[in-house]
Protein backbone atom coordinates (compact mmCIF):
# COMPACT_ATOMS: atom_id res chain seq x y z
CA UNK A 1 0.00 0.00 0.00
CA UNK A 2 1.51 3.37 -0.55
CA UNK A 3 1.79 5.92 2.30
CA UNK A 4 -1.22 7.33 3.45
CA UNK A 5 -0.93 11.13 3.97
CA UNK A 6 -1.37 12.59 7.72
CA UNK A 7 -4.83 12.78 9.12
CA UNK A 8 -6.37 10.39 6.05
CA UNK A 9 -7.77 6.94 6.85
CA UNK A 10 -8.19 4.60 3.16
CA UNK A 11 -11.43 2.54 2.84
CA UNK A 12 -10.72 -0.28 0.95
CA UNK A 13 -13.72 -1.86 -0.68
CA UNK A 14 -15.12 -5.00 -3.02
CA UNK A 15 -15.60 -3.09 -5.93
CA UNK A 16 -17.94 -5.60 -6.86
CA UNK A 17 -20.42 -5.33 -4.35
CA UNK A 18 -23.59 -3.14 -5.19
CA UNK A 19 -23.80 -2.84 -1.17
CA UNK A 20 -20.00 -1.78 -0.95
CA UNK A 21 -20.37 0.55 -3.67
CA UNK A 22 -23.43 2.17 -2.46
CA UNK A 23 -21.67 2.44 1.07
CA UNK A 24 -19.13 4.58 -0.61
CA UNK A 25 -21.02 6.25 -2.85
CA UNK A 26 -22.70 7.43 1.06
CA UNK A 27 -19.73 8.21 2.18
CA UNK A 28 -18.51 9.77 -0.15
CA UNK A 29 -21.26 12.88 0.71
CA UNK A 30 -20.99 11.91 4.95
CA UNK A 31 -17.44 12.69 5.01
CA UNK A 32 -17.43 16.29 5.40
CA UNK A 33 -13.47 16.47 7.16
CA UNK A 34 -12.66 15.17 4.11
CA UNK A 35 -10.74 12.61 5.96
CA UNK A 36 -11.35 9.32 3.84
CA UNK A 37 -9.65 8.25 0.54
CA UNK A 38 -10.85 5.21 -1.08
CA UNK A 39 -9.08 1.75 -3.10
CA UNK A 40 -11.02 -1.15 -4.58
CA UNK A 41 -9.82 -4.52 -2.92
CA UNK A 42 -9.15 -5.71 -6.40
CA UNK A 43 -6.93 -2.82 -6.88
CA UNK A 44 -4.99 -4.13 -3.85
CA UNK A 45 -1.95 -6.34 -4.16
CA UNK A 46 -1.87 -7.06 -0.18
CA UNK A 47 -5.63 -8.46 0.16
CA UNK A 48 -5.97 -11.72 1.11
CA UNK A 49 -10.48 -11.76 1.40
CA UNK A 50 -12.64 -9.67 -0.25
CA UNK A 51 -15.42 -10.66 2.08
CA UNK A 52 -14.10 -7.33 4.64
CA UNK A 53 -13.98 -3.95 4.34
CA UNK A 54 -10.45 -2.98 5.34
CA UNK A 55 -9.95 0.54 7.38
CA UNK A 56 -6.08 2.01 7.54
CA UNK A 57 -5.05 4.40 9.28
CA UNK A 58 -1.77 6.59 8.41
CA UNK A 59 0.21 5.00 11.31
CA UNK A 60 -0.75 2.12 9.42
CA UNK A 61 -3.38 0.15 11.89
CA UNK A 62 -5.33 -1.71 10.05
CA UNK A 63 -9.22 -2.34 11.01
CA UNK A 64 -11.51 -4.97 9.23
CA UNK A 65 -15.08 -7.12 9.79
CA UNK A 66 -17.00 -4.91 11.68
CA UNK A 67 -13.97 -3.21 13.13
CA UNK A 68 -13.94 -1.23 10.12
CA UNK A 69 -17.73 0.12 10.39
CA UNK A 70 -17.03 0.77 14.35
CA UNK A 71 -13.87 2.77 13.06
CA UNK A 72 -15.40 4.76 9.98
CA UNK A 73 -18.75 5.53 12.51
CA UNK A 74 -16.22 7.06 14.95
CA UNK A 75 -14.30 9.00 12.05
CA UNK A 76 -17.47 10.19 10.68
CA UNK A 77 -18.68 11.52 14.05
CA UNK A 78 -21.58 12.84 15.13
CA UNK A 79 -25.12 10.56 14.91
CA UNK A 80 -22.49 8.22 12.80
CA UNK A 81 -20.51 7.44 16.55
CA UNK A 82 -23.99 5.96 17.44
CA UNK A 83 -22.60 2.82 15.56
CA UNK A 84 -20.31 2.06 18.80
CA UNK A 85 -23.52 0.72 20.38
CA UNK A 86 -22.68 -2.22 18.64
CA UNK A 87 -19.93 -2.34 21.21
CA UNK A 88 -22.50 -3.58 23.59
CA UNK A 89 -21.96 -7.19 22.00
CA UNK A 90 -18.97 -10.04 21.96
CA UNK A 91 -16.55 -9.01 19.48
CA UNK A 92 -17.62 -13.12 17.88
CA UNK A 93 -21.18 -12.00 17.80
CA UNK A 94 -20.65 -8.85 15.38
CA UNK A 95 -17.54 -10.97 13.65
CA UNK A 96 -20.49 -13.67 12.82
CA UNK A 97 -23.27 -10.55 11.86
CA UNK A 98 -20.45 -9.12 9.72
CA UNK A 99 -19.94 -12.65 7.92
CA UNK A 100 -23.71 -13.80 7.51
CA UNK A 101 -24.02 -9.99 5.32
CA UNK A 102 -20.95 -10.60 3.79
CA UNK A 103 -21.61 -14.27 2.26
CA UNK A 104 -25.57 -12.92 1.49
CA UNK A 105 -24.94 -9.48 0.08
CA UNK A 106 -24.63 -10.36 -3.64
CA UNK A 107 -28.04 -12.71 -3.17
CA UNK A 108 -29.22 -9.49 -1.53
CA UNK A 109 -27.98 -6.58 -2.73
CA UNK A 110 -26.86 -7.90 -6.74
CA UNK A 111 -23.24 -7.95 -8.03
CA UNK A 112 -21.58 -5.43 -10.76
CA UNK A 113 -20.92 -6.44 -13.69
CA UNK A 114 -17.91 -3.91 -13.65
CA UNK A 115 -15.44 -2.78 -10.95
CA UNK A 116 -17.16 0.29 -9.54
CA UNK A 117 -15.75 3.02 -11.46
CA UNK A 118 -15.20 6.88 -10.58
CA UNK A 119 -16.58 10.19 -11.71
CA UNK A 120 -14.57 13.20 -12.04
CA UNK A 121 -15.70 14.89 -8.85
CA UNK A 122 -14.48 11.69 -6.95
CA UNK A 123 -10.88 11.12 -8.59
CA UNK A 124 -9.28 12.86 -6.04
CA UNK A 125 -10.96 10.68 -3.04
CA UNK A 126 -9.53 7.31 -4.63
CA UNK A 127 -6.36 5.45 -4.95
Not at 30 to 41: G, I, P, S, V, W
Not at 73 to 83: A, F, N, S, T
Request: hydrophobic share 40%.
Amino acid sequence: MIPIPEGKIVIQFDGMCVLCSRTVRFLLKADRKNKFLFQTLQGSADIKSIETVIVTNHFGRRYDYFDAVLKIGHELGGVYKMVAIFKIFPRSWRHSMYMWIARNRFRWFGKRQTCYLTDESEKGKFI
